[in-house]
């Protein structure tokens, strides 16, 4: 831990330790507390606690992926797991609190106290060292911007690291991501969170299981993919068409209506769900719009979600025969 002493405010690994004695202080307090008498204030302490899926979180698509491309795959084959096991119990509490069943509550918030205090101490002890060392200092720059996106247990966002300047704002679709990609970007198109071929960008359309028609800024169709067991019927002719006249009469007032409030900014959504040959389908209309929050048109998604309805319970495992 001594190597940790001088680490900058905002530094991932000290962010990741301030995490674990923020852990370690809501653990002591619940322990501390007649969690019956004095219910409101645990659930609230307990609440807290439960954010600790944000730090597993960080770990698992942040810490973990930038220790695999330097050949260390071993947290994210290992440690993973033992983060589910800990959702496990945490899951088992929470429907514990809910149900009033105090007394087997506390034995389960032992065993959560148990394995939240082994896995920082294997934090504490391997993962966070090793990382230290084997990341360059880019790497830990690069890990803000998707640190943020996950977020932190904190009420409030650590210190910047390294800390922004508001004139050098960089856009997330402006890639400025140093580490080495498995795969080459030559041809690839810079996407807002990665890199594809031409081709890949028509292969996730085409196997993407809805319907998805995009209608520009101008009501003119410009796409629509071509799934083999699509919803409604397309066809090429629709490419270049006004969208009012890609609908029957009977529902061509809906669509221009929600064009119209699209564009005026009042709506963002519109939803509908019909029977249509014996299926149930859901539709949906989203505004697009840039980042500055000019309308660019709309995208219709329709779905096939009879069997969807009909799910039951819970499946988890593959069922492959």
Same mark, same amino acid.
């Given at each position: ?23 370690? %202080? ?44 330097? %050949? ?250």
């Amino acid at each position: 831990m001594n190597q940790f002493t001088n680490l900058p405010e905002g530094h991932p690994v000290k962010v990741y330790l301030e995490e674990n004695q923020l852990i370690r %202080g809501l653990i002591a307090s619940i322990n501390s507390i007649n969690i019956v008498e004095n219910n409101e204030e645990f659930k609230e302490k307990f609440a807290r606690l439960c954010l600790v899926e944000k730090h597993f979180a960080r770990k698992e698509n942040q810490l973990f992926p930038y220790l695999e491309q330097y %050949g260390w795959t071993s947290p994210s084959q290992n440690m993973w797991a033992f983060h589910d096991d800990i959702r496990a119990i945490i899951k088992q509490a929470r429907n514990l609190v809910e149900n009033g069943e105090m007394q087997s509550l506390m034995m389960v918030l032992q065993n959560l106290f148990y394995n939240l205090e082994h896995i920082m101490q294997v934090e504490e002890g391997r993962l966070l060292p090793n990382a230290f060392q084997m990341l360059q200092e880019d790497d830990w720059k690069e890990m803000r911007d998707g640190d943020e996106e996950i977020g932190w247990m904190f009420d409030e966002a650590p210190t910047p690291y390294p800390p922004h300047i508001k004139d050098e704002y960089i856009h997330p679709s402006q890639d400025t991501k140093k580490r080495k990609l498995p795969f080459s970007l030559e041809g690839r198109i810079d996407l807002e969170q990665g890199h594809m071929l031409p081709e890949q960008i028509n292969w996730l359309l085409k196997f993407m299981p809805v319907d998805i028609t995009y209608v520009d800024e101008n009501d003119i169709v410009i796409f629509y993919n071509r799934g083999e067991d699509r919803v409604f019927p397309r066809s090429a002719g629709i490419i270049g068409r006004e969208v009012k006249f890609c609908h029957p009469p009977k529902s061509v007032d809906q669509v221009l209506l929600i064009l119209r409030e699209f564009k005026a900014g009042r709506k963002d959504e519109a939803e509908f769900w019909i029977t249509f040959k014996g299926k149930f389908i859901h539709i949906r209309y989203f505004a697009i719009r840039d980042d500055e929050g000019n309308y660019k048109g709309v995208i219709e998604v329709s779905q096939d979600v009879t069997h969807i309805r009909e799910l039951e319970g819970q499946q988890r495992l593959l069922d492959w025969e």
